[in-house]
T-cell receptor, first 112, second 109 residues
Framework: EADIYQTPRYLVIGTGKKITLECSQT?????MYWYQQDPGMELHLIHY???????EKGDLSSESTVSRIRTEHFPLTLESARPSHTSQYLC???????????FGPGTRLTVL | RKEVEQDPGPFNVPEGATVAFNCTYS??????FFWYRQDCRKEPKLLMS???SGNEDGRFTAQLNRASQYISLLIRDSKLSDSATYLC??????????FGRGTSLIVHP
């Protein structure tokens, strides 16, 4: 089993709230990723990181931000949640030089 | 054209059947390919890597055809538990892995 964790697993929140989705991995992986996935739809990359102090935007425009202060931690923040942010958010990591990704269990976000 | 394309299906097959999926990619410089399995409302999990020489793991066989730019996944003797969405992924070097939309497989009794 992959050692990558996401909290919370489920979150229901009102419009305008600030939220942070947590992602941690204990495998020492340099690369980390955030994906957004709606039910039955494809994964969309929204952010990624090659290592500490490295963050990049992905293919899908997102109003979220990320930080990478520690290797094992890659939190995603929404400053002001909206109903359009309702989705599943999946965090993943991979070892630098290798492309196999390990995914966390996901956070299912509902914004009312 | 999308970088990675898959037939979304669903593929409906009876138990015991052999089923094959293809996935085409557009970047000829791609180096690594993978198949992931994703169950409903769960995270993707690595099923197998795809090597140029092919790769077999039990009932599952993956092939890579660089000339025609596609990879394939063959499942023999399908089980009910094989029902899932199968995601094709291409990556390479500094490329960020790119996922296909996935192919849905439904195995029925």
């Amino acid at each position: 089993e992959a050692d990558i964790y996401q909290t919370p697993r489920y979150l229901v929140i009102g419009t305008g709230k600030k939220i942070t989705l947590e992602c941690s991995q204990t495998m020492g992986h340099d690369k980390m990723y955030w994906y957004q996935q709606d039910p039955g739809m494809e994964l969309h990359l929204i952010h990624y990181s090659y290592g500490v102090n490295s963050t990049e935007k992905g293919d899908l425009s997102s109003e979220s931000t990320v930080s990478r202060i520690r290797t094992e931690h890659f939190p995603l923040t929404l400053e002001s949640a909206r109903p359009s942010h309702t989705s599943q958010y999946l965090c993943a990591s991979s070892e630098y030089g290798y492309n196999e990704q390990f995914f966390g269990p996901g956070t299912r976000l509902t914004v009312l | 054209r999308k970088e990675v394309e898959q037939d979304p299906g669903p593929f409906n097959v009876p138990e015991g059947a052999t089923v094959a999926f293809n996935c085409t990619y557009s970047n000829s410089a791609s180096q690594s390919f993978f198949w992931y399995r994703q169950d409903c409302r769960k995270e993707p999990k690595l099923l197998m890597s795809v090597y140029s020489s092919g790769n077999e793991d039990g009932r599952f066989t993956a092939q890579l055809n660089r000339a025609s730019q596609y990879i394939s996944l063959l499942i023999r003797d399908s089980k009910l538990s094989d029902s899932a969405t199968y995601l094709c992924v291409r990556a390479g070097g500094s490329y960020i892995p790119t996922f296909g939309r996935g192919t849905s497989l439904i195995v029925h009794p």
